[in-house]
């Protein structure tokens, strides 16, 4: 996707009404005025770190055409309320990369549902007896928390991500193959690792991949999706924490560009059955 086109969504996802934006590009594809890649030559932020107020400055004599952009480009759709003069938007996929494409929940019973699978299956760790009963407990559980968070979450404080495949395949069936979770958070143990203007940053947590797509980037792409969600929502930092002895995720958030900063204290993952986390940290390239 180039760069005019992410500064533009960034600019058009902000979601406070009441913040002043300014958009200023020379072209138009599919309904969406941008320029080359170059034409973006600045996005200022009113306010840093608090996802409002972007002002966009485009201007380019050169065109794109369609057959260029990638499907996250095509997806862009604006539609103008009739004699209101409100700008309504509606975009699918953030990313769409290695055969799959990544775009936010559809808040229906049946993907809210499919999601929540997901999840379930990805964190529930077998017992011995009644294991079915109790998936069945976990995953009634991980629903409820996602309802929840949809429910009491404002749109540009919370996403839940999903990922499904570019293309149908066989085994797919339409399905989700993956899930995230997105929020703005403010807590000060992770805040103290961050610069001393930033005073909030994007968590991610409950990455989740169906069992029978793993090993094929789709986490990856679920990462990319939560750096475009990043500048689109205008948050310099993402952070996320993963297990001390889960070398495997480490190595992907270490690959997406996270560091290591901190470590739980002893006395937090002491106890039987509590492992020891890392928080990693996350430097997107937000434009100024």
């Known amino acids: 996707m180039n760069e005019c086109m992410y500064a533009c969504m960034a600019h058009l996802l902000v979601s406070n009404p009441n913040a002043s934006h300014k958009l200023v590009c020379s072209n138009t594809v599919h309904g969406v005025r941008t320029g080359s890649r170059s034409a973006c030559h600045r996005v200022r932020r009113k306010s840093r770190g608090c996802g409002s107020g972007l002002v966009l400055h485009c201007s380019s004599s050169s065109s794109t055409s369609s057959s260029q952009l990638s499907c996250a480009d095509q997806k862009v759709r604006l539609q103008i309320e009739n004699g209101s003069g409100k700008l309504k938007q509606r975009f699918e996929y953030l990313v769409c990369e290695y055969g799959w494409r990544v775009r936010r929940l559809i808040e229906n019973t049946d993907e809210i549902r499919m999601a929540a699978q997901v999840q379930a299956q990805a964190f529930h760790v077998p017992v011995a007896l009644f294991n079915d009963l109790f ?16 429910k009491n979450s404002p749109p540009n404080r919370y996403a839940c991500l999903v990922a499904e495949p570019a293309k149908n395949e066989p085994d797919s069936s339409k399905q989700l193959v993956g899930v995230t979770d997105v929020t703005v958070l403010r807590d000060q143990h992770v805040l103290q690792h961050l610069p001393a203007e930033a005073e909030e940053y994007l968590y991610v947590s409950g990455i989740a991949v169906s069992k029978t797509f793993r090993r094929r980037k789709i986490a990856t792409a679920l990462l990319k999706a939560c750096d475009m969600l990043s500048i689109l929502w205008g948050f310099e930092f993402l952070a996320l924490r993963a297990y001390e002895e889960d070398l495997g995720a480490r190595k992907l958030y270490a690959n997406a560009g996270y560091h290591v900063v901190s470590r739980d204290p002893p006395w937090t993952s002491n106890w039987i059955g509590r492992k020891c986390r890392v928080l990693m940290i996350k430097r997107t390239n937000l434009p100024k």
């Open 135 to 150: 998936f069945q407990f976990f995953k009634a559980e991980v629903l409820s928390g996602l309802l929840y968070k949809l």
